[in-house]
């Protein structure tokens, strides 16, 4: 695509993020509805063998990347196993938003275009909002940049008493293996930027940071914070963490014919 620059891997970004715990699916649950664009929805739970496990929901806001601050929501719905590589979870939904409005619509696209050439990671364009509340209160909104009056994501965060004081240093490294990201192959999209891919890719990032616990409220009337379209309907845990001070490696990604 001309006018977009490039900005290959491996990424080095600062910021601020908070992590929405899932409890586990079960190998053999269906996936909630709204886990991935539905063109990329068979491509992106094909390979491997799903094994379940932990899923989260992570909104990053970076003040630092190779192309600039921007935001961005992830849903992770567990891990999957292979047969010549290690298990490794896989994102199956993700969307970021440029903060800088001013420049020109194509920057828009940058993330679309580089998640998928860098990382098969599935990147769409949303519109985010933070806003403050009462006693520390945090409450965060996604919706699409057709639909802005009409979340998709919606949920806030508040500090517990005593405990969202304590700042724990922390960083993956202590995880190895385990952080591992296996992206399959993607699809062509109906734009430009939605590249068709045509190897998995395997990266393990890195993040360190200071780790405070919150209390979690989701925005929704029964308990979610997606709408099970345009995001999973899923339920988090009522305790979370923010992560601040992060510096995220987001390496290169090693490429496989097979997995």
Known sequence: MSGIKEAPAPWKLKGKSWMFILSGLSKNASFPAGFAAPYEAEALTEGGEFI???????LVSYSESPVGPYDELIYVPGRWKYEHN????????????????????????????????????????????Y?????????????????????????????????SSLSIPTSTT??????????????????????????????????KGWTKVVKVVPGFEDGSVGD??????????????????????FGVSTWYEKV
């Not at 298990?87 to 903060?99: D, E, G, L, Q, W």
């Not at 990671?121 to 909002?129: D, G, L, T």
């Not at 099970?228 to 490696?249: A, L, Y």
Request: hydrophobic share 35%; net charge neutral; aromatic share 10%.
């Open 131 to 163: 806003r403050s509340g009462p006693d520390g209160t945090t409450l965060f909104s996604v919706s699409l940049p057709s639909n802005p009056d009409k979340p998709f994501f919606s949920a806030s965060i508040k500090p517990i008493p005593l405990l």
């Open 228 to 249: 099970g379209e345009s995001f999973p309907k899923v339920k988090p845990w009522s305790v979370g963490s923010v992560m601040e001070g992060i510096d995220m490696d």
């Open 52 to 58: 379940g496990g932990q899923g989260l929901v992570q």
């Open 174 to 207: 202590i995880l190895g293996k385990y952080y591992s990201l296996m992206q399959p192959p993607l699809p062509r999209g109906e734009n430009p930027e939605e590249v068709a891919t045509d190897k998995w890719a395997g990266l393990t990032p890195v993040i």
């Open 86 to 129: 290690d298990p490794a979870f896989r994102i199956t939904r993700i969307y970021v938003s440029t903060k800088e409005s001013t420049e020109n619509e194509g920057l828009f696209h940058i993330h679309e275009l580089l998640g998928r050439r860098n990382w098969n990671i599935p990147k769409q364009v949303a519109n985010f909002s």
